[in-house]
């Protein structure tokens, strides 16, 4: 024991005595050796010089395990968990990135695990996390991506972010683009609001690079899905043949039905037998029915579909009790200008011509007489169960008014009826209705020279006429208005004879002479020699003179005066006194021969206008 305690006290010792001497270094010990080895890089840049080769492996694993948080790169990143609010992303780098789930509205079905694109929005938050995000990585990316689906024809994902005028507006790759309301389906959408907040797969159509629109297409998917499906319908298509559809559209002119990726038409007259104003009288949108084929073009991309041809024709369920002379009764459903037709049975209609409507003779319009709803009753007049026609009457519910027209119109009678229209011949007067005569021109006055009817007369007035003649086979009458009073001229013969003299104004100065006015009927013509006065001068417009009447024709109302009649005739008697006189004068003074001839000389040249 007391050996040991020596020892241990003799090392102690040795150490404290080497403790307090000089340490030597190498560069003492030898200098030239510690020189020529000496590291002056190391010296100079302060860190130990590592192995190229050690540095080049170390530069491999930092840029396959690490990213470089200072650039603007998209990078892809891993899922790796999920929050209620965010999505937490590995990009390989000191930290793990998170991102909003806002920005994955467009994918519902994120999961862990899933691979994102994501851009660095910053390096480090407080808590010293990155900040990554998903959108503007999208943004970066989406328009290579929306180049490269349009040249391919890429089906892509889409969110329907809203309505807007006309369509849709998507979120695709973080772009908004445009999805048309035509471009939704293949039918007609009714409910835009029902794609808000979905999801779908569209085609990108249109890029406009200029304006940086997007324009995408649902329907395209759909019609190249039901391509196949179209061209075997199309290709086991038959006339004839019966298949159900759906309504697809309603037009004004008839209804598109669907029948499984191929349209076909149903004409509004394919729809029903009977006449309608609509097809939603008969159809509504979504309606399943069936229909059979009619007709179709060459490539069979126009069908033509029929509804009624389901059903038995309704002329084929007519009664065969139903003949012509039967009374029927009906609905008014169509007025045109020459008739009405009439819808006797469902899908059975007549025609009731306008001349069959009344007993009048004059032009006049189905309107005058129907309105459409009209229900009216009518006499069968023709039916033809082959061509599917059928003429009816209404004026044959009342009597024929001419059945007792000799009876009620007889020759010679007088009446009252109404001027209905003109013709440069004559007027037309209803007596009543169904009995029309005519007045000729020449018989409406008997003093008043009339060119054309609507001289004397309008349509509308009330004329009394007198029956003339009556033609009942012909179903004409004659009548005449100035016979229901007497003839003026018959008076006239005696008052304005032959050289009898009246006074009266000139009228008017006319080719070849004036016309005088003795009343209001008679109107004499002067000749333009006849218009002399006895000075020599001739009688002027307004000047009053007396006249003789040379010329009377009853016939032809013609009446012709003349003013130098009158004192031509005067000299002519004076002449004639004067002879006598001289006679009487020469038998009592017994003159000469001489003498005599001398007076007689001077009368006659003062009759001759000799002085």
Request: charged share 30%; glycine share 6%.
């Given at each position: 024991?007391?050996?040991?305690?020596?020892?241990?006290?003799e090392?102690e010792?040795?150490?404290?005595?080497?403790?307090?001497?000089?340490?030597?270094?190498e560069?003492?010990?030898?200098?030239?050796?510690f020189?020529?080895?000496?590291?002056w890089?190391?010296y100079e840049e302060?860190?130990?010089?590592?192995d190229?080769?050690q540095l080049?492996?170390?530069?491999?694993?930092?840029?396959?395990?690490?990213v470089?948080?200072?650039d603007d790169?998209?990078?892809?990143g891993?899922?790796?968990?999920?929050?209620?609010?965010?999505?937490?992303?590995d990009?390989?780098a000191?930290?793990?990135?998170v991102?909003?789930?806002?920005?994955?509205?467009?994918?519902?079905?994120?999961?862990?695990?899933?691979?994102?694109?994501?851009l660095?929005?910053?390096?480090?938050?407080t808590?010293g996390?990155?900040?990554?995000?998903h959108?503007?990585?999208?943004?970066?990316?989406a328009?290579?991506r929306?180049?490269?689906?349009?040249d391919?024809?890429?089906?892509v994902?889409g969110?329907?972010?809203?309505?807007t005028?006309?369509?849709?507006?998507?979120d695709v790759?973080?772009i908004?683009?445009f999805?048309?309301?035509?471009?939704?389906?293949v039918?007609?959408?009714?409910?835009?609001?029902?794609?808000?907040?979905k999801?779908?797969?569209?085609?990108?159509?249109?890029?406009?690079?200029?304006f940086?629109?997007i324009?995408?297409?649902?329907?395209?998917?759909?019609?190249a899905?039901?391509e196949?499906?179209?061209k075997?319908?199309?290709?086991?298509?038959e006339?004839?043949?019966?298949?159900?559809?759906?309504?697809?559209?309603?037009?004004?002119?008839?209804?598109?039905?669907d029948?499984?990726?191929?349209?076909?038409?149903?004409h509004?007259t394919?729809?029903s037998?009977?006449?309608i104003?609509h097809?939603?009288?008969?159809?509504?949108?979504?309606?399943k029915?069936n229909?059979?084929?009619l007709?179709f073009?060459?490539?069979?991309?126009r069908?033509?579909?029929?509804?009624?041809?389901?059903?038995k024709?309704?002329?084929?369920?007519l009664g065969e009790?139903?003949?012509?002379?039967d009374?029927?009764?009906?609905?008014v459903?169509v007025?045109?200008d020459?008739g009405?037709?009439?819808e006797?049975?469902?899908?059975?209609?007549?025609?009731?011509h306008?001349s069959?409507m009344?007993?009048?003779?004059?032009l006049?319009s189905?309107?005058?007489f129907v309105?459409?709803?009209?229900?009216i009753?009518?006499?069968?007049?023709t039916?033809d169960?082959?061509?599917?026609k059928m003429?009816l009457?209404?004026?044959?519910?009342?009597?024929?008014?001419?059945?007792d027209?000799?009876g009620?119109?007889?020759?010679?009678?007088?009446?009252?009826?109404?001027?209905?229209?003109f013709?440069?011949?004559?007027?037309?007067?209803?007596?009543?209705?169904?009995?029309?005569g005519?007045?000729?021109i020449s018989?409406l006055s008997?003093t008043?020279?009339?060119?054309?009817?609507?001289?004397?007369?309008?349509?509308?007035?009330?004329?009394?006429?007198?029956?003339?003649?009556?033609?009942?086979?012909?179903?004409?009458l004659?009548?005449?208005?100035?016979?229901?009073?007497d003839?003026?001229w018959d008076?006239?013969?005696?008052?304005?004879?032959?050289d009898?003299?009246?006074?009266?104004?000139i009228?008017e100065?006319?080719?070849k002479?004036a016309?005088?006015e003795?009343?209001?009927?008679?109107?004499?013509?002067?000749?333009?020699?006849?218009?002399?006065?006895?000075?020599?001068?001739?009688?002027?417009?307004?000047?009053?003179?007396?006249f003789?009447i040379?010329?009377?024709?009853k016939?032809f109302?013609?009446v012709?005066a003349?003013?130098?009649?009158?004192f031509?005739?005067?000299?002519?008697?004076?002449v004639?006194?004067?002879?006598?006189?001289a006679?009487?004068?020469?038998?009592?003074?017994?003159?000469?021969?001489g003498?005599?001839?001398?007076?007689?000389?001077a009368?006659?040249?003062?009759?001759?206008?000799?002085k």
């Amino acid at each position: 024991m007391a050996e040991k305690q020596a020892k241990q006290a003799e090392v102690e010792a040795t150490e404290a005595v080497a403790a307090k001497a000089p340490v030597v270094s190498e560069a003492q010990a030898n200098p030239e050796k510690f020189l020529k080895e000496f590291n002056w890089h190391n010296y100079e840049e302060g860190i130990d010089q590592v192995d190229d080769k050690q540095l080049e492996e170390f530069e491999k694993l930092v840029s396959e395990n690490f990213v470089d948080t200072l650039d603007d790169e998209v990078v892809e990143g891993e899922v790796i968990h999920i929050t209620d609010r965010d999505a937490i992303i590995d990009i390989n780098a000191k930290s793990e990135g998170v991102i909003s789930l806002n920005e994955f509205r467009y994918n519902p079905n994120l999961k862990v695990g899933d691979k994102v694109e994501v851009l660095i929005d910053v390096r480090e938050d407080t808590t010293g996390q990155l900040v990554l995000s998903h959108r503007k990585a999208r943004v970066i990316k989406a328009w290579d991506r929306v180049n490269n689906a349009h040249d391919t024809g890429e089906i892509v994902n889409g969110f329907v972010k809203c309505r807007t005028k006309g369509g849709m507006i998507v979120d695709v790759f973080g772009i908004e683009a445009f999805l048309p309301g035509s471009q939704i389906d293949v039918k007609p959408i009714r409910d835009y609001d029902q794609y808000v907040n979905k999801t779908m797969e569209f085609k990108v159509v249109k890029i406009n690079h200029e304006f940086k629109n997007i324009v995408v297409s649902h329907k395209a998917l759909i019609e190249a899905d039901i391509e196949e499906q179209k061209k075997e319908i199309i290709g086991q298509l038959e006339k004839g043949q019966v298949l159900e559809g759906v309504v697809k559209n309603i037009t004004s002119y008839g209804v598109f039905i669907d029948l499984g990726g191929v349209d076909g038409l149903i004409h509004i007259t394919d729809l029903s037998w009977s006449r309608i104003n609509h097809p939603n009288e008969i159809v509504e949108l979504d309606q399943k029915l069936n229909v059979v084929i009619l007709d179709f073009d060459e490539d069979k991309s126009r069908i033509q579909l029929g509804l009624k041809q389901l059903s038995k024709h309704p002329w084929e369920a007519l009664g065969e009790t139903v003949k012509v002379g039967d009374k029927v009764k009906g609905k008014v459903v169509v007025i045109a200008d020459y008739g009405a037709f009439i819808e006797v049975e469902e899908g059975v209609e007549g025609l009731v011509h306008v001349s069959e409507m009344s007993w009048s003779t004059h032009l006049r319009s189905a309107q005058d007489f129907v309105s459409v709803g009209d229900e009216i009753e009518a006499v069968i007049l023709t039916l033809d169960r082959e061509d599917r026609k059928m003429s009816l009457g209404i004026k044959q519910l009342t009597p024929d008014p001419w059945t007792d027209i000799t009876g009620k119109y007889p020759v010679g009678s007088t009446h009252t009826g109404i001027v209905r229209n003109f013709t440069n011949f004559g007027v037309f007067v209803e007596l009543e209705e169904g009995i029309d005569g005519l007045i000729y021109i020449s018989d409406l006055s008997w003093t008043k020279k009339i060119k054309h009817p609507s001289e004397f007369c309008n349509v509308g007035d009330k004329l009394e006429v007198v029956v003339l003649e009556l033609d009942v086979e012909g179903r004409k009458l004659s009548l005449g208005h100035k016979q229901t009073t007497d003839n003026p001229w018959d008076k006239y013969e005696t008052e304005f004879a032959l050289d009898t003299t009246h006074t009266a104004e000139i009228s008017e100065i006319v080719d070849k002479g004036a016309t005088v006015e003795f009343n209001e009927d008679i109107v004499a013509f002067v000749p333009s020699r006849h218009l002399e006065k006895e000075d020599g001068k001739k009688l002027k417009k307004g000047e009053e003179a007396e006249f003789k009447i040379i010329e009377f024709n009853k016939e032809f109302k013609r009446v012709v005066a003349s003013h130098t009649a009158i004192f031509k005739e005067e000299e002519i008697a004076n002449v004639k006194a004067a002879a006598k006189k001289a006679e009487a004068q020469a038998a009592e003074a017994k003159p000469t021969l001489g003498d005599a001839n001398d007076a007689l000389q001077a009368l006659k040249d003062k009759m001759d206008g000799k002085k």
